[in-house]
Each structure stands twice: as structure tokens, then as C-alpha cells.
């Protein structure tokens, strides 16, 4: 029969399970025969054109976890009762959350976020675990373990910024009480937890998609629990440097960075308290902080321990330990917080006891419902709701305005919670500037000769690099990752003078210097962004350079087409996040006195120094930014070409130490047009007293200049581009003398 057929293919894929996994035969998990290979046209893997690239790509993986461990589906049924804990805790802190209005604060924002990442992500691992180890469904297509693996790090990820969200909520409101309320709003912590989403999402993406450039050809048995990408990717057989390269950069951005930002806010917080509390103010603030200490000491620790001692343990005892330190925190995060947090526990009776309340005011309302007074109390009360409601939930601009309100005398019973008496007390009023004025240039004699300077600079901008571009879309021996490189550069310098020139001379020129405010943030956004960009491809041609130089023979298969784009397209991933966090950080700023802004553009730092409210958390995105975007980078190519000459030295010839520095000429050239002017300017406004029309000059230069001699530094000094560019211009000289011919006279 259907049923015993079915039960002996099950008894049949179990005798291939456990140790026997590793001799199942590629054959039968391709979708192709033994004999023949998966061949693609694998341009966009080579650099060198019409060559093929064999790629085995399995139809299956095969999880082999938990093999030879005695009484194991015990752990799986316990598994089970784990995740239905986790669900209805998980499902129970939300629900309270979106029931009780008292609860729609900022912090409790990034509570719902954290109970909704532990519920999907325990939805994401513990049925699939469950399917394939208890009912003994080991083969996993192809496509659905890199979806599986997709899911498990994004949710894994998550939680680790969630914890880095509440610590900064912690963190003000220990540390600056009385503005609390001024600087973490609904507004701030959604943009904050949304710029997680979009970054974890890219970076997961990223290394999910690298897994799809390798080839499969020997086994295809993942030792783990899950599609895990550290045991996944050391299964191909083809060059998975990328892979190690993300595998070793992952665990630093989502375990350490936020560990470390974690630990750092308590110290600080542990320093505050010793300065200026008592040891009952302490106390009473740390008790606030337990809560946030529990959910970081069951998600890190284990990690710490599994991750320490991962070498010397037993592959099994490892799985285990994982296994446990992805399923455990999700299950123990809703509980501590319904036992360590008041305000939950208090809105838990509320909820338990919202039917008797509503039973006494139909009662109250039976009773005196022919009572005018009572019946406009009662109105009062209604409309006093619905205010306080528009409060919660409307994040207005301009005006936060919470005054108290009383409590009717017949509905004593009916009392403001702590926290909307709080929020009560205080009052913020934001001021926001219809537009800004641009002041830079002022009181420079002769400056609009200057304006026409920069009118020739953006034209030649635009044909140098619109000729660069053309000329590497068009010619096909140019289509490698070195130009992929060089083709993001001169698209970025296009589009950033583009960006700041056109709007400069328009304010200028025409002086028409008065920029409204959104005008204003979006000039802002574009060439930050933009200049960020250009920074770090600067740095991106650094590692081309070594790879080629220090690798020459696997530069190959390590400087891939897709390995760049990935990587130019994660820059353009994270300065769109960080430059549209530092942006959204103005909006939170009241601008009280002065509008105007001493620079040449609406520039981050003159604008948010004009703000008259704290602008502390403003400050330190500008550090930040100074720092990825004009020093990491120079820095890190400083320290590449260190490399790159301790390499050269080994070489015996110095007619090849020679000619390998050649090739970096063009690129030495252009990072020192793009870093030394723009370095040199920040410097000398710093330690010397530099004439603002100096600096704006000088600014403006450094923005305009690298642009403009980037297409014509590649154009004379790489030899490549003057050959195409001589291929192009023959080839349209033959294509007109053979139409002229064939025309008639």
C-alpha cells in the first residue's frame, strides 16, 4: 500500500542518515549525471573574457547534526515545549504593549521589536529543527537552506541591536534625565531601529549571497543544526576567501560592536552615579537597568563561553551549546521583563482586572444617568482619553505640550500612571526654521569671477567623466573589477558635483541664499553621501591594488565581478543609513536664534551648532562621520601601501618593483588630490585661527577640484584607458569614411 511504500522510504533515508551521511553519493543529490558538470558563462566571475567557469551547485544539503548522541529526540521534544514557552511569552508582552497606552513610549518600542524578533525568530529555526532532526527530514533543497540561513541571522542579529537600543535608552535616562523625553522620542528610537533593519538586512544579504559563487563538488553534509554559514561555505571546493573574509567581519559588527557599546554605557552610567548620587538615588537608577542586565547576560554569555571554547569541545557538545544559546534567550526575554519591569506587571493586573473596571463604570453610568453633573464629567473624562491618546501616538513637530489634567471628583478610581505624570511635568516647545540662510562669500571683493570658475570646473566634471564612463561601458576589455571601481568613482564625482555645484552658483550668483528647511536637509544628505561614497571607493581600488600586487595569481578568482559589486554596493548601503541617520538627527533639533549658516552649502556641522536644545548626540554623529570618511580610509590605504611595499622589497628585480608601481600611480595620485587638501583645510581651521572666507574657499575647492581631475589623472596615466580611447576614436573615423564612401554624390 501508499502507507507501507512511504514508511519504508523513511526507514531507507534513516539508514543513510547519522555516519552514514558522508557516503551519499553526489549523483543522486545533483540535478544533473555523474558524468557531465554545471557549466556557465561565468563573465561576471572572471575578469579575463571567454573563459568558463564549472560550478556544482547541489540540489540538496544535508544536515548532520546531532549524529550519535544517544536518547536525542528527548532534547527535540524539550526543544518543542521551549518554543511554545517562548511563543505565548513572546505573544503576551506585544499584546500588552499594543493594549496598554501607558506602555507606547519609546523604550517600549524597542521592547515589541525584541519580543517580535524572538518570536520570528524561534518561528524561523525551532519547526524547521524540529522537522528535519525528529521527523527525520535531513535533505534541505538548495534554495530553502540559504533562505533558512537568511531568516536565522537576520533574527540572531537583530536581537543584538535591540539590546543595543534599550542600553542607549538606559543610558539617557540615567545619565540626562531631564531631557529624556527631549531626545529619545517615538520618532528617534523608530529611525534608530529601522536603520538596524536596513543594515542588518544588507550585511545578511551579502553573505548569504556570496554562498551562491561557490562550487559544491565533494560532500554536502552540514555539520550543524542548521544551515550554517560557517559550515556550509567551507564545504566548496572552489576559492571562498570572500566567504572567510564576511565570516570573520560578521561576528565583529553583530556580537563585539555592540557588546563593547553595551559595556562602555555602564561604565558610564556606573561613573555618573558615583559622582552625583546618593547611594539610594543609585540604587533606585540600577534597578531601572536590571531588566536590560538580564536580557545581555543570557544572550552574550553563553556566546562568550560557546565561542571560547569552541576548539577544545566535542562537535556535538557544540551544536548543542548553539543550539541552546539561539532558542533559550528568546524563551527567557519575555519572562524576565514581565518579572523585572513595573511598569509591565502593573499593566498585566490592569489587563486582569480592565473587566471589572468596565463593569463599575456601567454601573455608575446605569446608576446616574439621569445626573447632568456626572454625565459631563463623564463626557469630560471621553474627551480627555481621546487627547491623551493623540499624544501618545502623534509625533507632532513643533509643539509637545502635555498638561495636567484632573481627575473627575465621582471617578476618583481612575489614576494617571507614573509615567504620563511625568511626561506631564514636562514641556517642549521645537522651533523649526521655514528656510536657512547660506552666508558663505560674504565680504569677498571680486568673488563672482570666482562662481565662473566653478561654472568651467562643473562643465569639464561633467565631460571628463561622462567620457570615462562611456568609453568603459563600451569597450569590453574593460569590463573587469579594477573598472567596475573606476566606473563607481567617476559616477560618484558626477553626481556629487552635480550634487553642490548647480545649487551653489544658483545661491550665489543669483543670491538667492535662502534655502528652505527640507531644501536644506536634502542638499545636506546628497553630498555627504556622495563624499562618503568617494572616500571609501578610494579605498576599495587600495585593495584592488594589493590583491594584484601581493596576489598576483589568485587575483583572479579573489577580485571578482561580483565580489566588488558586492562591496561597492554594501558602501552605498551604509552611507545611505548612517547619512540618513545623521540628517534625521537635525529634525529633532529647535532652532530658536539664528538662521544663518557661515559655510557654502547647508553644511551638518554649521547647521546643527545653530540649535538652541541639546545637540549632544548631533555632535557625535559628526565625530563619527570625520572619522569613516576622512580618516578610516587614509588610514587603511596608508597601511595598504605599507603592505605593498614590504612585499616589492622581496622582489629581486627592481625593474619589476618598477613596474608594479607603476600601475598605482594613477590611483597615489588621486588619493592624495582627494585626502591632503580636505585634511590640510580641517587641520588648519583647528589649530590655527583660519579666516572663515579662507576655510569656505578652501572647502569649496576640495570639494569641487578632485572631481574635476580624477577622469583626466585616469585618462593620461592608465594605459589601458588611452588605447580604448584610441580603438573608440579609430573606430568612428572608419565608421564615417565608410559611410562618406558609400553615400552618393
Same mark, same amino acid.
Given at each position: 500500500?501508499?502507507?507501507?511504500?512511504?514508511?519504508?522510504?523513511?526507514?531507507?533515508?534513516?539508514?543513510?542518515?547519522?555516519?552514514?551521511?558522508?557516503?551519499?553519493?553526489?549523483?543522486?543529490?545533483?540535478?544533473?549525471?555523474?558524468?557531465?558538470?554545471?557549466?556557465?558563462?561565468?563573465?561576471?566571475?572572471?575578469?579575463?573574457?571567454?573563459?568558463?567557469?564549472?560550478?556544482?551547485?547541489?540540489?540538496?544539503?544535508?544536515?548532520?547534526?546531532?549524529?550519535?548522541?544517544?536518547?536525542?529526540?528527548?532534547?527535540?521534544?524539550?526543544?518543542?515545549?521551549?518554543?511554545?514557552?517562548?511563543?505565548?511569552?513572546?505573544?503576551?508582552?506585544?499584546?500588552?504593549?499594543?493594549?496598554?497606552?501607558?506602555?507606547?513610549?519609546?523604550?517600549?518600542?524597542?521592547?515589541?521589536?525584541?519580543?517580535?524578533?524572538?518570536?520570528?525568530?524561534?518561528?524561523?529555526?525551532?519547526?524547521?529543527?524540529?522537522?528535519?532532526?525528529?521527523?527525520?527530514?535531513?535533505?534541505?533543497?538548495?534554495?530553502?537552506?540559504?533562505?533558512?540561513?537568511?531568516?536565522?541571522?537576520?533574527? !540572531?542579529?537583530?536581537?543584538?541591536?535591540? !539590546? *543595543?537600543?534599550?542600553?542607549?535608552?538606559?543610558?539617557?535616562?540615567?545619565?540626562?534625565? @531631564?531631557?529624556?523625553?527631549?531626545? #529619545?522620542?517615538?520618532?528617534?528610537?523608530?529611525?534608530?531601529?529601522?536603520?538596524?533593519?536596513?543594515?542588518?538586512?544588507?550585511?545578511?544579504?551579502? =553573505?548569504?549571497?556570496?554562498?551562491?559563487?561557490?562550487?559544491?563538488?565533494?560532500?554536502?553534509?552540514?555539520?550543524?543544526?542548521?544551515?550554517?554559514?560557517?559550515?556550509?561555505?567551507?564545504?566548496?571546493?572552489?576559492?571562498?576567501?570572500?566567504?572567510?573574509?564576511?565570516?570573520?567581519?560578521?561576528?565583529?559588527?553583530?556580537?563585539? !560592536? +555592540?557588546?563593547?557599546?553595551?559595556?562602555?554605557?555602564?561604565?558610564?552610567?556606573?561613573?555618573?552615579?558615583?559622582?552625583?548620587?546618593?547611594?539610594?538615588?543609585?540604587?533606585?537608577?540600577?534597578?531601572?537597568?536590571?531588566?536590560? @542586565?538580564?536580557?545581555?547576560?543570557?544572550?552574550?554569555?553563553?556566546?562568550?563561553?560557546?565561542?571560547?571554547?569552541?576548539?577544545?569541545?566535542?562537535?556535538?557538545?557544540?551544536?548543542?551549546?548553539?543550539?541552546?544559546?539561539?532558542?533559550?534567550?528568546?524563551?527567557?526575554?519575555?519572562?524576565?521583563? #514581565?518579572?523585572?519591569?513595573?511598569?509591565?506587571?502593573?499593566?498585566?493586573?490592569?489587563?486582569?482586572?480592565?473587566?471589572?473596571?468596565?463593569?463599575?463604570?456601567?454601573?455608575?453610568?446605569?446608576?446616574?444617568?439621569?445626573? +447632568?453633573?456626572?454625565?459631563?464629567?463623564?463626557?469630560?473624562?471621553?474627551?480627555?482619553?481621546?487627547?491623551?491618546?493623540?499624544?501618545?501616538?502623534?509625533?507632532?513637530?513643533?509643539?509637545?505640550?502635555?498638561?495636567?489634567?484632573?481627575?473627575?471628583?465621582?471617578?476618583?478610581?481612575?489614576?494617571?500612571?507614573?509615567?504620563?505624570?511625568?511626561?506631564?511635568?514636562?514641556?517642549?516647545?521645537?522651533?523649526?526654521?521655514?528656510?536657512?540662510?547660506?552666508?558663505?562669500?560674504?565680504?569677498?571683493?571680486?568673488?563672482?569671477?570666482?562662481?565662473?570658475?566653478?561654472?568651467?570646473?562643473?562643465?569639464?566634471?561633467?565631460?571628463?567623466?561622462?567620457?570615462?564612463?562611456?568609453?568603459?561601458?563600451?569597450?569590453?576589455?574593460?569590463?573587469?573589477?579594477?573598472?567596475? /571601481?573606476?566606473?563607481?568613482?567617476?559616477?560618484?564625482?558626477?553626481?556629487?558635483?552635480?550634487?553642490?555645484?548647480?545649487?551653489?552658483?544658483?545661491?550665489?550668483?543669483?543670491?538667492?541664499?535662502?534655502?528652505?528647511?527640507?531644501?536644506?536637509?536634502?542638499?545636506?544628505?546628497?553630498?555627504?553621501?556622495?563624499?562618503?561614497?568617494?572616500?571609501?571607493?578610494?579605498?576599495?581600488?587600495?585593495?584592488?591594488?594589493?590583491?594584484?600586487?601581493?596576489? +598576483?595569481?589568485?587575483?583572479?578568482?579573489?577580485?571578482?565581478?561580483?565580489?566588488?559589486?558586492?562591496?561597492?554596493?554594501?558602501?552605498?548601503?551604509?552611507?545611505?543609513?548612517?547619512?540618513?541617520?545623521?540628517?534625521?538627527? /537635525?529634525?529633532?533639533? =529647535?532652532?530658536?536664534?539664528?538662521?544663518? *549658516?557661515?559655510?557654502?552649502?547647508?553644511?551638518?556641522?554649521?547647521?546643527?551648532?545653530?540649535?538652541?536644545?541639546?545637540?549632544?548626540?548631533?555632535?557625535?554623529?559628526?565625530? #563619527?562621520?570625520?572619522?569613516?570618511?576622512?580618516?578610516?580610509?587614509?588610514?587603511?590605504?596608508?597601511?595598504?601601501?605599507?603592505?605593498?611595499?614590504?612585499?616589492?622589497?622581496?622582489?629581486?628585480?627592481?625593474?619589476?618593483?618598477?613596474?608594479?608601481?607603476?600601475?598605482?600611480?594613477?590611483? @597615489?595620485?588621486?588619493?592624495?588630490?582627494?585626502?591632503?587638501?580636505? %585634511?590640510?583645510?580641517?587641520?588648519?581651521? *583647528?589649530?590655527?585661527?583660519?579666516?572663515?572666507?579662507?576655510?569656505?574657499?578652501? =572647502?569649496?575647492?576640495?570639494?569641487?577640484?578632485?572631481?574635476?581631475?580624477?577622469?583626466?589623472?585616469?585618462? @593620461?596615466?592608465?594605459?589601458? #584607458?588611452?588605447?580604448?580611447?584610441?580603438? %573608440?576614436?579609430?573606430?568612428?573615423?572608419?565608421?564615417?569614411?565608410?559611410?562618406?564612401?558609400?553615400?552618393?554624390?
Amino acid at each position: 500500500s501508499a502507507g507501507e511504500k512511504e514508511k519504508r522510504r523513511r526507514e531507507e533515508e534513516k539508514k543513510r542518515g547519522g555516519e552514514e551521511l558522508t557516503s551519499i553519493s553526489m549523483q543522486t543529490l545533483l540535478h544533473i549525471p555523474r558524468c557531465s558538470h554545471t557549466v556557465f558563462n561565468m563573465n561576471l566571475f572572471n575578469s579575463a573574457p571567454g573563459k568558463n567557469i564549472t560550478f556544482v551547485h547541489p540540489a540538496y544539503f544535508i544536515i548532520g547534526g546531532f549524529s550519535g548522541i544517544p536518547n536525542i529526540k528527548h532534547y527535540y521534544v524539550f526543544l518543542f515545549f521551549v518554543y511554545i514557552v517562548s511563543v505565548l511569552g513572546n505573544t503576551a508582552v506585544m499584546a500588552v504593549i499594543c493594549l496598554d497606552h501607558n506602555l507606547r513610549t519609546p523604550k517600549h518600542i524597542a521592547v515589541f521589536n525584541l519580543a517580535f524578533v524572538d518570536l520570528f525568530g524561534n518561528s524561523a529555526l525551532v519547526p524547521k529543527v524540529l522537522d528535519v532532526f525528529l521527523f527525520n527530514h535531513h535533505l534541505i533543497p538548495y534554495n530553502e537552506c540559504l533562505t533558512f540561513m537568511f531568516f536565522c541571522y537576520t533574527c !540572531l542579529s537583530m536581537q543584538s541591536f535591540n !539590546l *543595543v537600543a534599550l542600553s542607549y535608552d538606559r543610558l539617557i535616562a540615567i545619565i540626562y534625565p @531631564l531631557q529624556y523625553h527631549v531626545k #529619545v522620542t517615538h520618532r528617534f528610537m523608530l529611525c534608530l531601529i529601522a536603520s538596524f533593519w536596513a543594515f542588518v538586512i544588507v550585511a545578511v544579504l551579502i =553573505s548569504v549571497g556570496l554562498i551562491t559563487r561557490l562550487s559544491f563538488c565533494e560532500s554536502v553534509v552540514v555539520n550543524s543544526y542548521f544551515c550554517d554559514h560557517g559550515q556550509i561555505y567551507r564545504l566548496s571546493c572552489n576559492d571562498h576567501y570572500p566567504n572567510y573574509v564576511l565570516s570573520c567581519l560578521y561576528p565583529v559588527l553583530i556580537f563585539w !560592536l +555592540p557588546l563593547v557599546f553595551i559595556l562602555m554605557g555602564y561604565m558610564y552610567i556606573g561613573c555618573t552615579l558615583a559622582k552625583v548620587a546618593t547611594a539610594h538615588q543609585g540604587l533606585k537608577a540600577f534597578k531601572t537597568c536590571i531588566g536590560h @542586565l538580564s536580557l545581555v547576560a543570557v544572550y552574550f554569555i553563553p556566546l562568550l563561553i560557546t565561542f571560547t571554547l569552541m576548539e577544545n569541545i566535542h562537535p556535538n557538545a557544540r551544536i548543542i551549546n548553539l543550539s541552546l544559546t539561539s532558542v533559550f534567550p528568546p524563551m527567557l526575554n519575555p519572562i524576565v521583563y #514581565v518579572l523585572q519591569t513595573q511598569e509591565i506587571k502593573e499593566s498585566l493586573k490592569k489587563l486582569f482586572n480592565i473587566r471589572g473596571k468596565f463593569k463599575r463604570i456601567t454601573a455608575i453610568d446605569s446608576v446616574n444617568s439621569t445626573n +447632568p453633573v456626572v454625565k459631563s464629567e463623564l463626557s469630560g473624562l471621553h474627551h480627555h482619553t481621546r487627547a491623551k491618546h493623540t499624544r501618545n501616538f502623534g509625533m507632532e513637530r513643533r509643539t509637545y505640550n502635555c498638561p495636567l489634567s484632573h481627575t473627575p471628583p465621582s471617578l476618583r478610581f481612575l489614576k494617571m500612571g507614573s509615567e504620563e505624570t511625568t511626561a506631564a511635568l514636562l514641556n517642549a516647545t521645537f522651533v523649526r526654521p521655514a528656510s536657512f540662510y547660506i552666508s558663505g562669500f560674504s565680504n569677498m571683493p571680486h568673488v563672482k569671477y570666482y562662481f565662473v570658475f566653478l561654472c568651467f570646473v562643473y562643465v569639464f566634471t561633467v565631460l571628463g567623466n561622462g567620457l570615462l564612463l562611456s568609453v568603459i561601458c563600451l569597450v569590453k576589455s574593460l569590463h573587469t573589477p579594477r573598472y567596475m /571601481i573606476v566606473f563607481n568613482l567617476a559616477a560618484t564625482d558626477l553626481c556629487g558635483s552635480t550634487a553642490l555645484i548647480p545649487k551653489l552658483l544658483h545661491m550665489f550668483l543669483w543670491d538667492r541664499r535662502l534655502v528652505s528647511y527640507e531644501a536644506c536637509l536634502s542638499d545636506m544628505f546628497f553630498i555627504i553621501f556622495f563624499l562618503g561614497v568617494q572616500s571609501w571607493t578610494l579605498l576599495a581600488m587600495a585593495y584592488d591594488r594589493l590583491v594584484a600586487i601581493c596576489f +598576483p595569481l589568485r587575483y583572479h578568482r579573489v577580485v571578482t565581478l561580483p565580489s566588488i559589486g558586492a562591496v561597492l554596493l554594501s558602501v552605498w548601503a551604509f552611507f545611505l543609513s548612517m547619512v540618513a541617520l545623521t540628517t534625521g538627527a /537635525i529634525d529633532r533639533l =529647535s532652532f530658536c536664534g539664528s538662521v544663518v *549658516v557661515k559655510s557654502f552649502f547647508c553644511d551638518h556641522a554649521p547647521v546643527y551648532k545653530l540649535a538652541c536644545n541639546d545637540k549632544s548626540i548631533n555632535a557625535v554623529m559628526a565625530y #563619527v562621520g570625520f572619522a569613516l570618511v576622512l580618516l578610516m580610509p587614509p588610514i587603511l590605504i596608508v597601511i595598504t601601501y605599507v603592505w605593498i611595499s614590504v612585499a616589492l622589497s622581496r622582489i629581486a628585480s627592481a625593474e619589476e618593483r618598477l613596474k608594479a608601481l607603476k600601475t598605482c600611480t594613477s590611483h @597615489l595620485i588621486i588619493v592624495a588630490i582627494f585626502f591632503l587638501p580636505i %585634511l590640510g583645510t580641517n587641520i588648519a581651521s *583647528v589649530a590655527t585661527s583660519l579666516h572663515p572666507n579662507a576655510r569656505i574657499m578652501n =572647502s569649496s575647492l576640495t570639494h569641487t577640484i578632485p572631481a574635476l581631475l580624477n577622469p583626466i589623472v585616469y585618462s @593620461l596615466k592608465t594605459e589601458e #584607458v588611452l588605447v580604448s580611447i584610441k580603438k %573608440l576614436y579609430r573606430r568612428h573615423r572608419v565608421s564615417n569614411f565608410t559611410s562618406s564612401k558609400t553615400c552618393p554624390h
